[in-house]
C-alpha cells in the first residue's frame, strides 16, 4: 500500500502562488492531484503518467497550474499560479487511475 504525504498548502492572496509537493512511500506511476471544497465533492484537478510524457489539466485550472514530478525522489509536485478564491480547498495527490489510501491532504486558502 502506498503512503501519500501532501505538504506546501496555505494562505495565499488572489493573484498569488503557492508550491504542492506530494511525496509517495513507494513508486507510483500515473498521479494526479484532487481537491475537495466543502460541501462539495473531491474532483481531479490535475494528472500526470510516469514519464511526465502525457498531463491533464482541469479547465478551470489550464494555463495557472502546472504538475510535475520528480520521480528519484518519489515526489509529485504542483505549482499554482495566479490563484482565485474558488482554489480554495483541501488538496489531495494520489495514484491514478485506482486511488489508494488517501492522505491527510493540505490547506490551500485563497483570499480576495
Known amino acids: 500500500q502506498v503512503h501519500l504525504v501532501e505538504s506546501g498548502g496555505g494562505l495565499a492572496q488572489a493573484g498569488g502562488s503557492l508550491r504542492l509537493s506530494c511525496a509517495a512511500s513507494?513508486?507510483?506511476?500515473?498521479m494526479g492531484w484532487f481537491r475537495q471544497a466543502p460541501g462539495k465533492e473531491r474532483e481531479l484537478v490535475v494528472a500526470i503518467d510516469y514519464n511526465g510524457d502525457n498531463t491533464y489539466y482541469a479547465y478551470s485550472v489550464k494555463g495557472r497550474f502546472t504538475i510535475s514530478r520528480n520521480n528519484a525522489i518519489r515526489t509529485v509536485y504542483l505549482q499554482m499560479n495566479s490563484l482565485k478564491p474558488e482554489d480554495t480547498a483541501v488538496y489531495y495527490c494520489?495514484?491514478?487511475?485506482?486511488?489508494?489510501?488517501w492522505g491527510q491532504g493540505t490547506q490551500v486558502t485563497v483570499s480576495s
Open positions: 494520489n495514484r491514478l487511475p485506482f486511488p489508494t489510501r
Open positions: 513507494n513508486d507510483v506511476y500515473a
